[in-house]
């Protein structure tokens, strides 16, 4: 079966979770907790310039493969259970939503502009997808904070 299906069967198995206490579109407070925990430890990251992906995006992703690696670990019976594929899944979806540190060491303003300044134009000289004016008056602003 592949993960698809895997995901609509579930979804449609819905009456069954309400007998162990799951409620369709409905999260423990535990879970908000967590979840709020988590949209601030990635707003930070954004505030950092290290997302790939919007915040609520990476907070799905995450979520999603968090829920589905903890759901497959207790199907596994305890001598059976490989801890290593919670690691291994974690390192892939941190891969994905996050992007290298930022090459700027600075923290403030004019450090972050130049950052993005410089950022503009990508490895292999390919224009970011803006209009040549748009670009114009984006790069004079930036240059303008970094003053």
């Not at 919670?86 to 090459?103: A, C, E, K």
């Not at 600075?106 to 950022?119: E, V, Y």
Request: charged share 25%; net charge neutral; hydrophobic share 45%.
């Amino acid at each position: 079966m592949d993960a698809t299906r895997g995901i609509i069967s579930g979804l449609c198995a819905c009456e069954r979770w309400r007998g162990v206490g799951v409620r369709v579109g409905r999260r423990p407070p535990a879970a908000d907790e967590a979840h709020a925990l988590l949209v601030s430890l990635l707003d930070r990251a954004a505030a950092d310039g290290r997302l790939r992906v919007p915040v609520e995006e990476a907070t799905h992703v995450v979520h999603a493969a968090t829920t589905g690696a903890t759901l497959a670990l207790i199907g596994e019976a305890a001598p059976r259970r490989n801890l290593s594929i919670s690691t291994r899944l974690r390192n892939i979806v941190i891969g994905s939503i996050t992007t290298d540190p930022p090459i700027a060491t600075g923290t403030d303003l004019a450090s972050r502009a130049l950052a993005l300044d410089a950022a503009l134009t990508d490895e292999d000289g390919a224009a970011p997808p803006l209009r040549a004016t748009e670009t114009a008056l984006l790069r004079d602003w930036l240059r303008r904070l970094a003053e």
